[in-house]
């Protein structure tokens, strides 16, 4: 439920929107979260209109999803959200094959493999997917799709033509006014509504043509990493200076898979053991190494709801509330199936994550909460 927007909101109100069963007062930690006041005065004033969403990452629910997808041989997975639904696009290895399906709540799915297979063709899908409200876009080399609705797709002809059939698309991502692709040889695009793209060279030409794993926004800037230490910045997805003390960092054989960014600090993490996180507060500057006793490095890292997430490939599921003290969330763990994983991928989108695990013998989908 939501808080009323006027009249009079009772101590009473806010427990129960809290759904909590104890006393509260005005200054409890959980009544500041709800009225996004850290500090200083607050008053039941502060709650009109407000919404308790519970944390992320801590509890898990499994969801089961459409025939053939309880069981497959592995191959690449992803899946993506936004406020009309959720996409989950996974390549089958043996038998080869592609597979899609789609759910409007993260709950209840349906297969649209086939109007997927239609326009996409005999390219694999599940590299990469990335949705914002009123698009939907399945990233691949030489057949990158898009859907408005998330079961009609068409032919991302511009985005093809950035990303031929030679050079894998890997990341997707958007600040709010535009769009941005990166992935094998450095390759970059840009684009003001997903639909047309433009490729931008400055990346390549930044990071030596080395591959670019992923890619963030954090407020100002883009920061962009990759395969041999590399990472860069630009202003404007166009114009791209290498970040040497990045690479002095992590050492220049690392593979830096994730980045994600809450405005005031950066993280990446990195195939190296003793460097799997670091971090920047001053844009990239400089970097630290985080003390943190990651699993494995992340495949996927998120910023959402005032947290940080990631995931690692042995199905360790991550959460954070500064990008420093990382938590283990172990009910994920415990929910994903036990065999060899191929791919785990999350989204997050209207108010909940929806991940997919992909492995040797079956498809995996939890929600959270």
Not at 52 to 56: A, D, S
């Given at each position: 439920m ?12 806010v427990?129960?929107?809290l759904?909590?069963s ?6 409890a930690?959980?009544?500041?979260s ?7 005065e ?6 009109y209109?407000?919404t ?5 990452g801590?509890?898990?629910t ?15 997975g992803?899946?993506?959200g936004?406020?009309?639904?959720f996409?989950?696009a996974f ?9 899609a ?6 709950v ?6 086939a109007?997927?297979t239609?326009?996409i063709?005999?390219a ?5 997917t990335?949705?914002?409200d009123?698009l939907?876009?399945i990233g691949?080399?030489g057949?990158s799709i898009y ?6 797709w068409?032919?991302l002809?511009?985005?093809r033509?950035v ?6 698309l890997?990341?997707?991502s958007?600040n ?12 970059c695009?840009?684009?003001p509504d997903?639909i047309?793209?433009t ?5 390549a030409?930044a990071?030596s043509?080395?591959v ?5 926004w ?5 920061v ?7 990472c ?7 114009t ?9 960092k ?13 405005g ?8 190296l053991?003793?460097?799997r996180?670091?971090a ?28 940080f997430?990631?995931v ?5 599921f991550?959460?954070?509330?500064d990008?420093?003290t990382?938590?283990?969330q172990t ?5 994903m ?5 191929y791919?785990c991928?999350?989204c997050?989108a209207?108010?909940?994550?929806v991940?997919f695990?992909?492995s040797a013998s079956?498809?995996?989908?939890l929600t959270?909460?």
């Open positions: 939501t808080l009323q927007s006027t009249g009079t909101i009772s101590l009473s109100n427990n129960t929107e759904t909590s104890g006393q509260l007062n005005l200054g930690s959980s009544v500041r709800l009225a996004s006041l850290v500090s200083g607050i008053s039941l004033s502060d709650l209109g407000r308790f969403i519970p944390p992320l801590l509890n898990w499994l969801r089961s999803v459409p025939s053939p997808l309880a069981a497959t041989n592995g191959g690449t992803s899946v993506c936004n406020s009309t639904g996409v989950a390549y089958d290895s043996s038998p080869a094959g592609n597979h399906i789609f759910s409007s709540d993260g209840s799915w349906i297969n649209i493999s109007a997927v239609t326009a063709g005999a694999k899908v599940g590299i990469t990335y949705a914002v009123g939907f876009i691949t080399d057949a859907s408005t609705d998330g079961t009609t068409n032919a002809t511009s985005l033509t990303f031929p059939a030679n050079i894998s890997l990341r997707l958007h709010g006014s535009m769009w941005i692709a990166v992935g094998e040889s450095g390759r695009g840009t684009s997903g047309t793209w490729q931008r060279t400055g990346l030409t990071v043509s080395n670019i794993n992923d890619v963030c954090t407020g100002s800037q883009w962009a990493v990759g395969n041999s230490g590399k860069a910045t630009s202003p404007d997805g166009i791209w200076t290498n970040n040497t003390a990045f690479t002095t992590v050492v220049s054989t690392t593979q830096a898979k994730t980045v994600v960014s809450n005031s600090i950066i993280i990446a993490t990195t195939s053991a003793t460097q996180c670091v920047s507060t001053d844009g990239g500057v400089s970097w630290s190494t985080l003390s943190t006793s990651l699993y494995a490095n992340f495949i996927r890292s998120h910023y959402a709801q005032g947290t997430l990631g690692t490939l042995s199905k360790y991550y959460t954070s509330p990008g420093i990382w938590t283990e009910p994920h763990r415990t929910l199936n036990t065999d060899t994983i791919e991928d999350f997050y209207q108010n909940k994550i991940a695990s992909y079956l498809v995996r989908c959270s909460p």
